[in-house]
């Protein structure tokens, strides 16, 4: 479902933000994904990022962000998989930029959080 939802969006660069489990689960759909040309994978431990780009293969790169600063520059769309309420400053920054953003947040308070930021963070 996830592969067809992401297909018919115009995007060829994804930033994933977070590598855990869930984040390296996103990785691989989103690099098995059409209209994926390049995927952008940050988390805060290096070495977790660069497990992931080189399972990727050439369409990832790494790249660091954290909290509080701009999207990197070509970015279309945001996945991000970090703990709930440590999604709150990448979803400020997409939005910020006008970039959709999907995150995998599901704690109830933390939803709230997003959605009082903007309606668009639905």
Do not use: H
């Not at 018919?8 to 869930?22: I, K, Q, R, W």
């Not at 920054?93 to 639905?122: C, F, H, K, M």
């Amino acid at each position: 479902m996830a592969s067809t939802i992401w297909s018919s969006l115009p995007m060829s660069t994804v930033l994933l933000v977070g590598v855990g489990a869930l984040g390296a689960r996103a990785g691989r759909q989103l690099g098995a994904t059409r209209g994926i040309d390049r995927i952008l994978v940050a988390d805060r431990r290096p070495d977790r990022a660069e497990a992931l780009r080189k399972f990727l293969g050439a369409k990832a790169e790494t790249v660091e962000w954290s909290a509080r600063r701009p999207l990197p520059p070509g970015v279309d769309a945001v996945a991000c998989a970090l703990p709930a309420g440590d999604d709150v400053p990448l979803v400020i920054a997409a939005l910020e930029s006008g970039v959709p953003i999907a995150t995998s947040g599901d704690n109830q308070e933390s939803i709230a959080t997003l959605l009082r930021l903007n309606y668009e963070a639905l």
